[in-house]
């Protein structure tokens, strides 16, 4: 079926994010219910076209780990893409509702998410680029799917030209200027991961390491020349931590706080900590079981050659007992 804006029926807004928002749905014609995502583009007819064209791709990635795609249309100046509709939405506010997720349930995830991961890539040559909690979604029958995946060159140029970028998931190579491979999807899978079993931002807290960026020197020297853009925020030094200057620098990054512990790092700081500082773990140490902190070390191996890809990561013992488990999604899901 051919979708047209006027056969939609808005049902209410599910989210808002960079790029757009997604609002829920009802496709009059067949009585079905889906996630509509608007993304505001500034590009030429031509380009959007093939934006347009290069999305119908996603009508071949089919896998019950990756959210099914209904289909796309230009509606001056945005182009929607209507996707399945996932009723439990997205793993950020599941932890954000409901709390720390059980690493229990988060080994099922991790699953969920790897074997998306080995699908796109393997069958269609696709790298996510985007893992976080906000793009991994549930439903009360307890599946689990990813979603928002660069399918389209196009679309992905049009968006790093309107906006700059910067993920607070990304790879300490990625931040560096390297090219996305699978390996910087894992990197960000482990740190999602370890977001979910905390039920924060695992960069959020202070641990006591010194993130100063108190010279534009010191951050050139961690961003590569290809990062060093024009657009990029300011640098910041880091705030006096006394009441007022706190209080006034709050700030959150797309509903991340930054800021914990009395400290606030500004997003350069942060990514300047990720490539300098020793990769976050599961904290309280020994508090996890030894399966899962071997598998979220090897996703945050900060040496990419090092780190495993996710087909990789599918052989890892947490994965197979993950696997084996009979805990029930279905079950969990409708707690949350
Ligand atoms: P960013 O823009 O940084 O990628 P984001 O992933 O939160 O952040 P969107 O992709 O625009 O931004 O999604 C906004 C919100 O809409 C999500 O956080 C999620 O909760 C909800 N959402 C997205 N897709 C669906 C879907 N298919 N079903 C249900 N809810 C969805
Ligand atoms: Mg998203």
């Known amino acids: 079926v051919e979708l047209r804006q006027e056969d939609l029926r808005v049902i209410g807004e599910l989210g808002q994010g960079n790029g757009g928002t ?53 509606a001056d100046p945005h182009i929607c893409i209507c996707m399945e509709y996932m009723d439990k939405g997205s793993l950020d506010g599941v932890y954000k509702r409901s709390g720390a997720i059980d690493i229990e349930i988060i080994g099922v995830i991790a699953l969920a998410v790897l074997e998306g991961l080995t699908y796109l890539y393997d069958v269609h040559r696709i790298i996510h680029r985007d893992i976080k909690p906000s793009n991994m979604l549930c439903n009360s029958k307890g599946e689990i799917k ?7 060159g196009e679309l992905i140029n049009s968006i790093a030209d309107t906006f700059v970028g910067t993920s607070t998931y990304m790879s300490p190579e990625r931040i560096q200027g390297a090219q996305y491979s699978v390996k910087s999807d894992v990197w960000s899978l482990g740190i999602s991961l370890i977001e979910l079993a905390l039920g924060r931002f695992p960069f959020a807290e202070d641990d006591g390491g010194d993130s100063d960026i108190d010279d ?77 902190d071997e598998f979220i070390d090897a996703c945050l191996f900060k040496d990419p050659e090092r780190r495993p890809t996710p087909k990789e990561l599918l052989k890892y013992d947490w994965i197979v007992k993950a696997s084996k488990s009979n805990v029930d999604l279905e079950a969990w899901a409708a707690t949350i």
């Open 216 to 292: 534009f020197a010191d951050l050139q020297d961690t961003l590569s020349p290809s990062n060093t853009r024009e657009g990029l925020p300011p640098p910041r030094s880091r705030p006096k931590k006394d009441a007022a200057a706190s209080k006034k620098d709050k700030r959150k990054s797309k509903g991340v706080s930054l800021q914990g512990g009395g400290m606030t790092m500004s997003i350069l700081e942060l990514l300047q900590h990720i490539v300098n500082e020793p990769a976050p773990r599961l904290t309280p140490a020994g508090a996890y079981p030894k399966e899962a």
């Open 146 to 152: 990813i979603c928002d995946f660069g399918v389209s």
């Open 22 to 74: 997604v609002t829920k749905v009802m496709h009059i014609p067949t009585k079905t219910l889906m996630a509509k995502k608007v993304v505001l583009i500034d590009a030429k007819p031509a380009v959007r076209r093939q934006i347009l064209r290069e999305l119908q791709i996603m009508h071949g990635c089919n896998s019950k780990y990756i959210v099914s795609f209904h289909g796309a249309f230009v």
